[in-house]
């Protein structure tokens, strides 16, 4: 009777342990979701593992000169269920999740069309999403938040979004592909995060990528 009294509680402090949360992030192109994949088939029952909850919704209405209201809500839609996800955090037994992207990426493609694009982009929702990182984002869970970006020369990166050949990337402006690291990095610095890590995958193939991000979230777990 102690013993399954002694184990319940042993689970029950388990599951009160604080999460982490570890954002893989980087360019489009840099391929960063063929990595994370990687990791999955391998790391499964050790980590949870979120998609990419924003997919490309955001980048794609970045094209568009007029933002079709139906469309525009939808996306609003996906930042908040992101929002639910993050900020509420998981429930579950595993201490350490791993996401595809994080609130830094829309904040930084959005930022980076404002900046260089005539048509700007989605005012409203960048707007949204600045207020939920720092408003919304305490201190105790960025704390406990960790950036991996994926960085690469800019003409590997071309030649990866030739290769795969999606409608979406065909007229993606170069300045976004050149920028993005730089801004990710500024902003995540701005909004308080300090745990930013950097993999520069240049010249390495995308097993010996996944073994590098592999290395570096174990040593992330036993902090």
């Avoid at 408003?135 to 290769?163: A, P, T």
Wanted: glycine share 4%; hydrophobic share 40%; charged share 30%.
């Amino acid at each position: 009777m102690n013993k399954v009294s002694s184990n319940v509680m042993e689970l029950d402090l388990n599951a009160l342990k604080p999460k982490k949360h570890i954002f893989i992030s980087g360019s489009i192109g840099i391929g960063k979701t063929t990595v994370i994949n990687n990791l999955k088939s391998q790391l499964k029952d050790t980590y949870g593992f979120v998609d990419e909850l924003l997919g490309d919704d955001l980048i794609a209405l970045s094209y568009d000169k007029n933002v079709e209201p139906q469309r525009s809500i939808e996306l609003n839609l996906q930042l908040k269920k992101f929002h639910q996800v993050i900020f509420n955090e998981y429930k579950g037994k595993l201490q350490t999740y791993i996401y595809d992207r994080g609130i830094v990426d829309p904040i930084t493609f959005g930022t980076l069309f404002n900046k260089y694009s005539e048509n700007g982009c989605l005012k409203r929702e960048l707007k949204y999403m600045r207020h939920l990182i720092k408003k919304d984002l305490s201190r105790s869970i960025k704390e406990r938040s960790y950036l991996i970006l994926l960085v690469d020369q800019v003409h590997n990166i071309e030649e990866r979004i030739i290769k795969r050949n999606r409608d979406f990337e065909k007229d993606l402006p170069i300045w976004l592909i050149e920028k993005f690291a730089s801004e990710y990095l500024r902003l995540a610095r701005k909004f308080g995060f300090t745990n930013v890590f950097t993999i520069n995958v240049n010249n390495l193939d995308q097993e010996m990528v996944a073994a590098k991000v592999k290395k570096l979230i174990g040593e992330i777990n036993e902090q």
